[in-house]
């Protein structure tokens, strides 16, 4: 009979144990699905921030090279006569630099 008893509570310890496990088993998985949800949302916002700051610095590129094809343009036209002059004067030349700098332009695009 005492063998008995003991196996009862045993039983009883073994369940109660069981039941403790499964409590702190179910908090657990509730801990992990919170902390899923609060990584999804500081993804959702990083990548919010990024994709306003990669939006800014499209901006800046854009404006450097408006700015940079403004200057070549008024380069340009400031320096288009003695160009034309040295065209004149040697146009073999001039025509052999035109098709060397097309090929190095054409030979990195290419790349």
Request: proline share 1%; charged share 20%; glycine share 6%.
């Amino acid at each position: 009979m005492a063998t008995a008893t003991r196996r009862k509570r045993k039983t009883r310890t073994v369940k109660a144990s069981n039941t403790a496990m499964q409590s702190r088993l179910n908090s657990l998985r509730a801990d992990f699905d919170a902390l899923q949800h609060d990584v999804r949302g500081l993804a959702s916002d990083v990548s919010g921030v990024a994709s306003s700051q990669v939006q800014e610095l499209m901006t800046d590129a854009m404006d450097t090279a408006s700015g940079a094809v403004e200057r070549v343009s008024e380069w340009g036209s400031e320096n288009l006569n003695g160009v034309r002059t040295a065209v004149k004067s040697q146009p073999l030349a001039a025509c052999m630099l035109s098709m060397s700098a097309g090929a190095l332009i054409g030979a990195l695009l290419l790349r």
